[in-house]
């Protein structure tokens, strides 16, 4: 596992689909599997010049609000961008990530409560 494989991972949404269609408008699918297909579907997939078959369930991850088909390439320079921030400023980030826990427990414990 390198650590495209675990960028891929933790950003999956999880689970797969019989066909999904990238960001970049680049549609994936599978014609195995014994997908509930509509009539012509499976058909007008296998004609469309931007669908792909990859012959298995279709993943997905999720990036920057942004859903990307996980056997699509054009997700890798975001990949390589965010990676290459990640990389480079690790420190900083785990230092971010436990102040702000540290101001939203504080926060939270200044919020009105109600006694019941
Ligand atoms: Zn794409």
Redesign the pocket.
């Known amino acids: 596992m390198d650590t495209k494989d675990t960028f891929e991972r933790v950003f999956s949404v999880g689970g797969s689909s019989a066909s999904a269609t ?3 408008g ?1 549609t994936f699918y599978n014609s195995d599997g014994g997908w509930d297909w509509e009539d012509g579907e499976l058909e007008g997939l296998a004609e469309d010049k931007d669908a792909t078959d990859i012959g298995y369930g279709v993943g997905l991850i999720e990036v920057n609000g942004r859903t ?2 996980v056997d ?1 390439d ?2 890798h320079s975001v990949y390589s961008m965010i990676e290459l921030f990640i990389d480079r400023h690790a420190h900083q980030i785990a230092e971010y990530l436990k102040l702000e826990k540290k101001r939203k427990i504080e926060e939270a414990e200044k919020s009105a409560t109600v006694d019941i």
């Open positions: 990238c960001n970049c680049r990307y088909a699509c054009c997700w």
